[in-house]
């Protein structure tokens, strides 16, 4: 073979090469780059990691995103038998205002806490800032922080067992809050409303509790209407006898009558078992006032009548009919007299 060709051979090799490496290149530069993807994706996330919010009660807080919340923090909630007593009570009270406002929601959740602890082992202490401090658990119970809420809602029991009546003048907030958050779809928060409602109930006189709670049976919100209709008919309960006839059986009966014919059937249901309580508290108080049949038969034969007409005075129907709207009346008798039927049965 000639120079001359050997040169030209040379050449075409050297092109294909040059072309082979060069396809070889292309083809290699997206994995290159899917590469530098993965890697960049797992520094974000490494990142990402890295923002964990400090630990709360003892317990490892998952990660959360600088410009949103990725999911809520694993918070410990501790029970009221077993929170132990504030190391300084006067250093933790000239912070407890502060603690409570703060944009930190960890230390909003450890100062919540803190109130706790103050009304069960310094409840005396705490009486010269505790309307400042009940308006600013009426705030975190409004917190989007599942954590803050739920805290509040504890602080809330707590105070209702520590101060009873000493609380009604800035009991509203509150109660509408709990009220509103024991109708909610997050099952931990609703149990915790439940709890701080009976707590509630227990603890505050309910010839207090009862005016706070009907305007809340007029609410617009039927969940609110409900979980109140069944705050007040436990109040009601907890009058006993005396206390309904001196709280007025025909007030509480328009109540009850009122709340028959609610949307839900929780607020229905409250009112029927007030309804029989009052009937069985009017009816007992009726009897007791009847009067003895005379022993003289002349006596009895003058007076018949009006012993007849006493009798039904005094019932059930006629007391129902004399205090409610027609429509109302019937469907209170109808529901106590199928009450009765199915006892009587």
């Known amino acids: 073979m000639s120079e001359k060709a050997l040169r030209d051979l040379n050449t075409i090799l050297g092109t294909e090469r ?51 919340e990725v999911v809520n923090a694993e918070v410990e ?8 007593d504030v190391d300084d009570a006067d250093t933790c009270l000239k912070t407890l205002l502060a603690g409570l406002d703060s944009k930190d929601w960890v230390l909003v959740c450890d100062t919540l806490n803190n109130v706790r602890r103050l009304s069960i082992f310094h409840k005396e202490a705490m009486l010269d800032v505790l309307g400042d401090v009940i308006t600013s658990i009426a705030k975190s119970l409004k917190s989007p922080r599942s954590a803050v809420c739920k805290t509040a809602i504890m602080t809330s029991a707590d105070i209702f067992s520590a101060y009873n009546d000493r609380i009604l003048d800035s009991l509203d907030p509150l109660l509408v809050q709990l ?28 010839i207090s509790l009862l005016p706070k709670l009907q305007p809340c049976l007029k609410n617009k919100n039927p969940r609110i209407r409900a979980k109140a209709s069944m705050c007040f008919s436990r109040s009601v309960s907890r009058l006993g006898e005396e206390g309904i006839k001196t709280y007025g059986i025909d007030k509480l009966i328009q109540v009850a009558a009122s709340q028959l014919s609610d949307q839900l059937p929780e607020s229905r249901e409250a009112a029927r078992t007030l309804l029989l309580e009052l009937q069985n508290v009017y009816e007992k108080s009726s009897h007791d006032l009847m009067p003895a049949t005379p022993v003289n038969s002349d006596h009895n034969n003058v007076n018949g009548d009006s012993v007849n007409e006493d009798s039904e005075v005094r019932s059930w129907e006629s007391f129902c009919q004399s205090k409610l709207s027609p429509l109302s009346a019937q469907a209170v008798l109808r529901v106590t007299s199928i009450a009765r039927e199915g006892l009587v049965s």
């Open 77 to 84: 909630y501790i029970e009221s038998e077993n929170l132990n």
């Open 179 to 206: 009220l509103l958050k024991a109708s909610q779809d997050k099952r931990f928060v609703c149990e915790a409303a439940e709890k701080a409602l009976i707590a509630m109930t227990t603890w505050i006189s309910p």
């Open 18 to 68: 040059k072309n082979e490496d060069s396809s070889k290149a292309c083809l290699s530069k997206p994995s290159v780059d899917n590469a530098d993807e993965n890697i960049e994706e797992w520094q974000k996330k490494k990142n990402s990691s890295s923002l964990v919010s400090p630990a709360v009660n003892g317990n490892q807080a998952v990660t959360a995103n600088s410009s949103a």
